[in-house]
Nanobody, 126 residues
């Protein structure tokens, strides 16, 4: 059984940093990808960062323009955990952040056939 559990969300001031985590279990080692999405009320879920595994490009990282240069996705295979390091945070980064795998629709489109965590709230405010 696949399980994804996010943690580490909280309140941070604009310009600050925060790292959130996604503990995984049950994912096959050759899963296509794992990534982070975020959602605010009234808007669609937005894919922002992912790690994809293909034969020609294992563990490639990809970022949405809205977070490129500020967020970094990484994984620790020994701990079965994926991280999202967020820096230079802005109020518009406020959202519930979700972890998802194996990304059947790629990095940026949520798939109903993917596994999802319960989400962790990140609030950027002074």
């Amino acid at each position: 059984q696949v399980r994804l559990v996010e943690s580490g969300g909280g309140l941070v001031q604009p310009g600050g940093s925060l790292t959130i985590s996604c503990a995984t279990s049950g994912l096959p080692p050759d899963a296509f990808g794992i990534g982070w999405f975020r959602q605010v009320p009234g808007k669609e879920r937005e894919g922002i960062a992912c790690i994809l595994h293909t034969r020609n490009s294992p563990n490639s990282t990809h970022y949405a323009d809205s977070v490129k240069g500020r967020f970094t996705i990484s994984r620790d295979n020994y701990k079965n955990t994926v991280y999202l390091q967020m820096t230079s945070l802005k109020p518009e980064d406020t959202a519930v952040y979700y972890c998802s795998a194996p990304l059947n629709y790629g990095c940026y489109a949520p798939s109903p056939n993917d596994y999802w965590g319960q989400g962790t709230q990140v609030t950027v405010s002074s």
